[in-house]
């Protein structure tokens, strides 16, 4: 066995523009995005027909037919036929947790390359039929007889024939993601004021990074889009201040479809290698992925915000690293919705709050804001939900690559059913 | 993209249809592919005067294992080539039409006439530089007369270019050259090395192309490719879906950059020096067109052409010359230029200035390059068909295809093979020319 472990270095990276649900890719579905995901990654770094250690992503909207989305993926791009692959399923913390497992597994010298990645489509959505009917027709499908067929059949009823539309809602809960987002806020008083400004910053920086040709060598079009749809470089606090909340009860609600991002679709990938696969090619090395942590909560009955994991996750992570929160250059925190991040980082700086639920002795404190999202986040992109951690892990490992060698980055990443996955960069 | 008369005029009532109305009938012409013989049937060798390249060519015509002894009466001639370097006065000329006179009877289709000569501004007489000048007529007037596909041009061996003949003979006589006609190619002496393959006469070689998402920028990649480079396609962000698209298909790298950025080069040097340790050719294809007459013409119409046609390029290149060690030695620099930069187009000053521009500067660059051991030159498509000819109303584009004397458009792929034959190390002697991709157009000839 391998003792030693290495560092896995991240090579670069590619994603579709992100589309807002219903859009530029109303017609495509996830197999197709991330087919053409990966071979925008494959012309950028010249693999065609190469084999690489494995190839894992996942989508958090999956059709039943999509049972081997990724394999069947690498099949239609211009891989090696001979790259395995398997799907990852964990909801928004996917794309991060592929880049994790790709990682780990180049750590452990059982690879020497991989890509990671994730897809996701609210455009094309699955859609079920109902689970009474669905009950029926696997009764009738097991029926041998024709009076078996028959009384199988006599339980349909015209109810029966609604499909299941798949819906952003915690199943033990019955909240959306957003309702359950504003409960967070109402209990940590995150204003409105504060979101509006986080969500401006947002789309500011994303323009900017266009505009500068930040994102020439991260992304690459699709279907006719050249870049994210769901950026407003022209929004402004006036703007944003007129909209009506859409999460929350009663006058206090904060939450707007301004600063919570939308249904959206998208693919990303990330190539990561071994230091020597990469020279073996010639390839940069733009950063390294230091260590990762995923953390869950108790959202049903713990009295926990749902999207509070990365807030857990994070302090562990530090410790075993020892690291403090100062210690970054930059900061990744995923923008599900405005207030999501404002949560995290309060939580960090509040003495009770980590001592009680962190077990810490001293806060965590407050981070320089100027370091965070420095080139935009979901809020600005739009949040296809599996995507967004390969969007950021390239997004990252380029923006330390260019600040120099050692430059250090935190990524923190919310995820549905009450999980965080977090992790540390370094160039 | 098919060319329907053409084929009209190639079956078997279209043949009777047109050659008694006297209609125009295009020939299909004999085009490159991997693994075809240099020349389908034998070759007439001849001289006028005491030619001194007999000895060239025939090495050239036996090595690619044609027959270089004219065949037999009844057979049909592939090419005809003759040997003027032994021109001292018109008298001499005589020698030509005597033997080019019965050859051309003899051609078969797409067959090659080739005249070698020395340049007139290196005679020792009047009389001798006159008679040099002569073969320029009379290469241009065969041209014109030749049917079938068959194409004359005459290329200009300076004394002590000798061995840079080889790789512009047999560009010529290829069907690299097929729509390459009516063409005067001066030479200059250099250092060529030996032995390529043939067939990957660009293995092991790193090209840049530019533009090379889509049309005549995507067919360069590919025949790049084909000769065995690694292609580095470039083309503007936008375009990166097909982009990826051809680098994919032709096994390179997508590059997605506005070359035009104030740190373009410099950004593809540092690409290039780290990602493929420097690099051997780099082709400008990448082009605008933003057409109104000039009383009509704004500044961002004026000013876009200039920066993407022409600007960009010699700040790329010269961002190339400045990296240290990314350019290696025989690097190949190919723009391409244009027929309207050589003739001019209503509606075009602005393009047309600017692909006039860049045969300015690879004529200037030219012997900086030769110090270095490189080659830059342009080659100027005429009438190419391609999705941009496609939208152009039916009248327009086929008086603007049969007006050259294929009676026929170009291929993209015609200009691919044209810049790859530049870029080959073969091509060593080819410094600071332009040449003409354009079926001995009318315009500007």
């Known amino acids: 066995m391998a003792p030693q472990t290495r560092k896995a270095a991240i090579v670069g990276g590619n994603r579709i523009p992100f589309a807002r649900a219903n859009g530029a890719y109303a017609r495509a579905g996830n197999q197709d995005m ?12 010249g693999l065609q027909g190469r084999t690489v250690g494995e190839v894992a992503a996942g989508a958090v909207l999956k059709h039943s037919r999509d ?26 913390g996917t794309g991060l947790e592929t880049a994790v497992l790709v990682a780990n597994k180049i750590a452990l010298g059982q690879i020497e390359s991989g890509i990671a990645g994730g897809v996701d489509t609210a455009s094309d959505a699955p859609i079920a039929v109902n689970e009474d009917l669905r009950r029926t027709l696997i009764s009738l499908g097991s029926a041998r007889t024709v009076q078996q067929r028959l009384k199988a059949l006599s339980g349909v009823r015209p109810g029966q024939l609604l499909p299941e539309v798949p ?34 910053r947002s789309h500011q920086n994303l323009a900017a990074a266009y ?36 999460f929350g009860a009663g006058g206090s609600a904060t939450m707007t479809a301004g600063n919570s991002t939308p249904l959206t679709d998208g693919a990303s990938a990330v190539l990561l290698a071994s230091d020597e696969w990469a020279a073996a090619r010639d390839l940069p090395v733009l950063a390294h992925l230091v260590d990762a942590q995923t953390a869950a909560v108790d959202h049903v009955h713990g009295g926990e915000g749902l999207l509070m994991a990365p807030v857990h996750a994070v302090p562990v992570l530090l410790a075993r690293n020892g690291l403090t929160l100062q210690d970054f250059d930059f900061y990744e925190v995923h923008e599900a919705f405005a207030s999501t991040v404002l949560a995290t980082l309060k939580a960090w700086e509040n003495p009770a709050y980590c001592k009680e639920r962190l077990g810490l002795d001293a806060p965590l404190g407050p981070i320089d804001r100027s370091r965070l999202n420095v080139h935009g986040s979901s809020l600005a992109t739009g949040h296809p939900f599996a995507a967004t951690g390969g969007r950021i892990v390239a997004t990252l490992a380029k923006t330390l690559s260019e600040a120099g060698p050692g430059k250090r980055g935190l990524i923190s990443i919310c995820a549905a059913g009450g999980q965080g996955v977090v992790a540390i960069l370094e160039s | 993209m098919s060319d329907w008369y053409r084929d009209f005029a190639n079956s078997g009532v279209g043949t009777t ?17 991997p693994g075809q013989p240099l020349l389908p049937g034998p070759a007439l060798v001849g001289s006028a005067g005491e030619g001194r390249l007999r000895d060239v060519v025939t090495g050239v015509l036996t090595a690619a294992g044609v027959r270089a002894d004219g065949g ?52 020792a007489t009047v009389a001798q530089a006159a008679a040099r000048q002569a073969l320029e007529g009379l290469v241009r007037s065969v041209a014109k007369e030749l049917r079938h596909g068959a194409t004359a041009n005459l290329v200009l061996v300076p004394a002590g270019a000798e061995a840079a003949l080889a790789g ?32 990957r006469p660009l293995a092991g070689r790193v090209a840049v192309v530019t533009g090379a998402a ?106 190339l010359l400045d990296a240290d060690g990314v350019l290696r030695s025989g690097a190949r620099v190919v723009s391409v230029s244009s027929q309207s930069g050589i003739a001019g187009n209503r509606g075009q000053t602005n393009y047309a200035a600017s692909k006039a521009g860049i045969i300015g500067m690879v004529r200037a660059w030219a012997s900086e390059f030769a110090g270095r051991g490189a080659t830059i030159n342009a080659v100027a498509p005429g009438f190419i068909v391609t999705e941009m000819t496609a939208t152009m109303p039916l009248g327009t584009r086929e008086v603007g295809s049969r007006i050259n004397s294929l009676q026929q458009g170009g291929l993209p792929v015609d200009v691919a093979e044209t810049i790859a034959w530049l870029a080959q190390p073969g091509s060593a002697g080819v410094n600071g020319q332009v040449v003409r991709v354009c079926g001995q157009s009318v315009l500007g000839a």
């Open chain 1, 34 to 45: 991330l087919t053409a995901t990966l071979d925008g990654l494959v012309a950028r770094f």
């Open chain 1, 67 to 92: 049972f081997n989305l990724t394999r069947e993926s690498v099949l239609g791009s211009r891989l090696s036929a001979a790259t395995p692959a398997y799907d990852v399923q964990q909801a928004c």
């Open chain 1, 167 to 200: 819906r952003n809602v915690e199943p033990r809960t019955g909240l959306s993601m957003g309702e359950h987002a504003a409960i967070t806020a109402k209990e940590w008083e995150i204003g409105r004021e504060e979101q509006d400004a986080l969500a401006l």
């Open chain 1, 211 to 246: 505009g500068r040709g930040f994102f020439d060598d991260l992304v690459t079009p699709f279907l006719g889009l050249t870049r994210d749809d769901n950026l407003r470089p022209d929004t402004s606090l006036e703007k944003l201040a007129t909209l009506r909340p859409v």
């Open chain 2, 17 to 33: 249809i047109t050659r008694q109305l006297g209609l125009p009938r295009p020939a299909v012409l004999r085009r490159y592919e």
């Open chain 2, 72 to 123: 037999r009466d009844d057979e049909r001639l592939s090419a005809v080539v003759l040997d003027a370097t032994g021109l001292t006065g018109p008298a001499q000329l005589a020698a030509a039409h005597e033997l080019l006179a019965p050859a051309v009877r003899r051609l078969g289709p797409s067959a090659r006439v080739l005249v070698l000569a020395e340049p007139p501004a290196d005679a």
């Open chain 2, 168 to 199: 512009p003979l047999r560009f010529f006589l290829s069907g690299r050259s097929a729509y390459v006609d009516g063409q005067v190619l001066t030479l200059t002496a250099a250092e060529v090395p030996a032995g390529d393959d043939p067939d």
């Open chain 2, 214 to 319: 889509r049309g005549i920028g995507a067919a360069i990649a590919r025949v790049l490719a084909r000769d065995g480079a690694h292609v580095v396609a470039v083309d503007v962000p936008a375009a990166g879906e097909s982009l990826a698209q051809v680098a994919n298909a032709v096994g390179g790298t997508a590059v997605a950059l506005d070359i035009t950025a104030a740190d373009a080069g410099p950004r593809l040097a540092r690409q290039l020096q780290a990602r493929h340790g420097g690099l051997d050719v780099v082709v400008h294809n990448a082009g605008i067109t933003r057409d109104k007459l000039l009383v009509n013409m704004d500044a961002d119409r004026w000013n876009a052409v200039m920066a993407v046609n022409l600007q960009a390029q010699l700040d790329v290149t010269q961002a």
